[in-house]
């Protein structure tokens, strides 16, 4: 496979999905998985689930043996996942033979820790050749990103997401949006993921703060896992992120002839609500 031609962020399969939204007044659906739970032969199937029921991007784990950002649920997931064969080169195979037939963008979920291993240059040629459109590391500073990683994956076409949380300074919020394309990513929860009764009572106004100082779209995620939940942030956010809810309901019935059926039909409840958008 060639290498992807250096393009803007602008006309990457991300931005063209956040735009789609944008036209239709709503914010985007941005489901989470893990790759290889329960196992690497079912994970296209679940991902044609999350279309079917309404995905706009998808965001799909690399499994890592230490998840540090991870809450409970989508830690054992991980372990799951590696037990059952997965690999940073695994997903990216995945990628590879049905990303087009998904027809909706990929955004890998990882730690930097593989990525360094497999070496930077590498890990940015094989993830566009595989037909990865995003790639957030999640414990990899801003700052560290633009050295090495952003400017890999940017010329050959990949975007790069960075985190910002409540604690994100202004000068925070700026280096990662410099970093970033695509989108940011906001956490409604400064600790780790996974499902909330509540969200923080304080969660729009500030995403409205980091929205006046971000020209990308912000996607909220973490602590979300309610279609009413999904309601409020979609208010106030441009795109909504639902991870350890489903990766539970992967767990949960994991032995079911309709694990598929299943899924697909949460993420529908999940994205009705996703005409409220007012701003």
């Not at 044609?48 to 409970?72: H, K, N, Y």
């Not at 020209?215 to 979300?224: K, M, S, T």
């Amino acid at each position: 496979m060639s290498r992807r031609r250096k393009r803007s962020s602008r006309d990457g399969a991300i931005a063209a999905a956040f735009k789609a939204c944008a036209k239709e007044r709503r914010s985007a659906f941005i489901p989470f998985l893990v790759a290889g739970d329960p196992s690497l032969e079912a994970t296209p199937d679940l991902l044609r689930a999350l279309v079917a029921g309404g995905a706009d991007v998808i965001e799909l784990g690399v499994a890592f043996s230490d998840p540090i950002a991870d809450g409970p649920t989508i830690q054992r997931a991980s372990h799951r996942a590696l037990a059952a064969g997965s690999s940073l080169s695994a997903v990216l195979r995945i990628v590879e033979r049905h990303r087009e037939e998904l027809g909706v963008p990929i955004v890998l979920f990882t730690y930097y820790n593989p990525v360094h291993a497999r070496g930077v240059e590498n890990f940015a040629a094989q993830a566009a050749d595989s037909g990865v459109d995003g790639v957030l590391c999640v414990d990899l500073p801003p700052d560290e990103g633009l050295r090495e990683l952003q400017p890999a994956l940017e010329e050959r076409g990949v975007d790069s997401i960075y985190l910002i949380a409540a604690t994100s300074t202004k000068e925070r919020i700026d280096r990662a949006a410099a970093a970033s394309n695509g989108f940011v990513y906001y956490t409604a929860r400064s600790d780790v993921t996974g499902e909330r009764e509540d969200l923080i009572p304080t969660l729009a106004r500030e995403v409205k703060r980091v929205r006046r100082r971000v020209r990308l779209p912000v996607a909220v995620g973490f602590g979300i896992s309610t279609p009413e939940q999904v309601e409020t942030v979609a208010q106030v956010a441009h795109g909504v992120v639902v991870g350890s809810s489903l990766v539970r309901l992967v767990e949960e019935n994991a032995a079911e002839a309709d694990l598929a059926g299943r899924l697909e039909r949460r993420v529908r409840d999940l994205t009705a609500p996703l005409g409220a958008r007012v701003f």
